[in-house]
């Protein structure tokens, strides 16, 4: 079996991933993915455990019976919605509704999830620092071989990880990818973007705690809108300097109950694309990996209440829920898995 290959582009001043099977089919990136590994560049670390992902030509996608020596089964990513709750109040968030934050469900969930063919699993929310237990939901999935990811606004990471007293509340060695989110190169322009409680120090405090930690990867990610564009050379730059294994850009997008910014944040797909280019010279020798509105529907989602979704448009689809039902066997009858597939074939460098 063969894996599925990571390109630059063509244009070797340019430095963002392009991920394409081994058949020359352009795969997407998307916002809820983890890191990749920073081929090429001086600022690569030691290996993670993230899987590697099986190659899948278009023809043969998972799930969709088209070849009976691929696996029908296997799901490369789930992204669990583990809480609503957030410390932060962005009003680009396109997370969960707020207040819906069924706790009771949370250890059924992580069964499920366990023992699901889920390759990778990533928290996100809301803010998944703010459920006490992370601790343990990572590891419980780190010991059923899944890959476990943390999607963080990094408020909380350093104080979870080296607290004043008592032990950490976690342990990054049971993370293989810790995505960060900083969305400018100045502490106003990021508040700008995330409101007044978001701290930028934090942010960089957090990163280089993660850089630091030998086989757990460094992603550090940004939401580019019509707030923050002028700021992305900048920006560029500062993120060079944190030496990421991976920083991933992600066009604004108007999806979400909690939405709100539309009318400030709104970026055309041509602007975001010409941005995104721009900023992956400046950041040379980082990886950048772009991801568009459209590219963010390759999506599984888990919400807190087990409903399990996929984006489209400007909305969620629900498919079912894995606490009433195996997710393996949602993901069996869903008929976008191509989207989801292709959108997560970038993992593939991750082995
Ligand atoms: S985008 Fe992230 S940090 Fe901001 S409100 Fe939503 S969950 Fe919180």
Redo the contacts with the bound molecule.
Sequence with gaps: MQLARLHKLTDPDRRVIDIRSANGAPSGVHKAEVGVPCLNSANTRSPSPVSVLPRQTDASQPGEGSSSDEPTAVIPSVDWWITSR?????D????PERGKDPVRDRDAIVDALAHSAARVVTF????PLLVSRIGDYAETLAKARKSVVLNT?GQLLGRLLMPRSGKPKLRLADFAVIGI?VDGSTPEIHRSM?GEKAQHGKVVAAARLVGDEPGVRLKLAT?VSSVNRDDLPALAEFVRDLKPDVWRLYQYSRRGE?NTGQLRHRLPDDEFRRLADLAGVRADPVPTAPSSETETEGCLIVDPAGNVLQPTGDTYIPYGNCLKEPLDDIWGRLPARSAIVSNKRWLSVLG
């Design positions: 957030c410390n932060l109040r962005c680009f968030c396109y997370g996100c929310g809301g803010e606004n989110s995330r939401v909690v």
